[in-house]
């Protein structure tokens, strides 16, 4: 089926600090790309949705200023959580939707923990 | 706006036992649904779907209907194994925006 990947896995980071997590579709196109965030037992939350060459859609109480997101090809988006704080620590998922696909299918990144002290 | 409800869990039961987790939504117009599973150390994974009223999704011996009358998707497997211990996650994604809601998830643990 088809893969996605995220880099770092983990990651730790002083607190005030910038850190980048990038997710890439291996083997599709994907003109769409979701970044999601799960808190500790609790569902994931759909933080917002990028469109390749476009400015991502951010869900109402996101800050677009810290989390910020490119979708600069059809393989690759970026989240950037820039002065990251204790309260930023959390796992985040991307999800990539290919491009030809008529069946509503997100493929999952396999995650990254962002632990920021 | 659109919700999905599952039951919290954790749920934890002997190996051949009978599974239901339940799932009900609540949305505008007529979403997809799926279940999504989630092993140890892993990213999601698309368990099955349904995408219209009244479909079945089946996959590794898991079924879900579609009730459009009860609003509900509940998730059944007649007998489990240890490897089937993950969290699953139900979901709905409206068509128009292809957005998913994910239910808060149900960690299921299988002993021997």
């Known amino acids: 089926g088809a893969v996605v990947s995220q880099h770092p896995s983990r990651v730790i980071c002083k607190s005030g600090t910038s850190v980048k997590i990038e997710c890439r579709s291996l083997d599709f196109q994907a003109t769409t790309m979701f970044w999601y965030r799960q808190f500790p037992k609790k569902s994931l939350m759909l933080m917002a949705t990028?469109?390749?060459?476009?400015?991502?859609?951010?869900e109402q109480g996101v800050e677009k200023d810290k989390f910020l997101i490119n979708h600069a090809s059809l393989t690759l988006s970026t989240l950037t959580v820039t002065s990251a704080h204790p309260e930023d620590s959390s796992f985040y998922i991307c999800?990539?939707?290919?491009?030809?696909?008529?069946?509503?299918?997100?493929?999952f990144g396999p995650g990254t923990r962002l632990t920021v002290t | 706006g659109n919700s999905v409800t599952q039951m919290e869990g954790p749920v934890t039961l002997s190996e051949e036992a009978f599974l239901t987790i339940n799932c009900t939504y609540t949305a505008t117009g007529y979403p997809s649904l799926f279940w999504y599973v989630q092993y140890p150390g892993e990213g999601l994974q698309l368990l099955l779907k349904a995408t219209k009223a009244d479909d079945k999704g089946s996959n590794k011996g898991f079924e879900a209907t579609y009730r459009k009358e009860t609003t509900s998707f509940h998730l059944e497997k007649g007998s489990v194994q240890v490897s089937d211990s993950a969290v699953y996650f139900c979901a709905l994604s409206d068509r128009a925006d292809e957005k998913l809601t994910f239910g808060t998830g149900t960690r299921l643990t299988i002993i021997p």
């Open positions: 990028s469109n390749e060459g476009s400015k991502a859609t951010y």
């Open positions: 999800s990539a939707l290919p491009g030809l696909a008529s069946s509503y299918e997100q493929y």
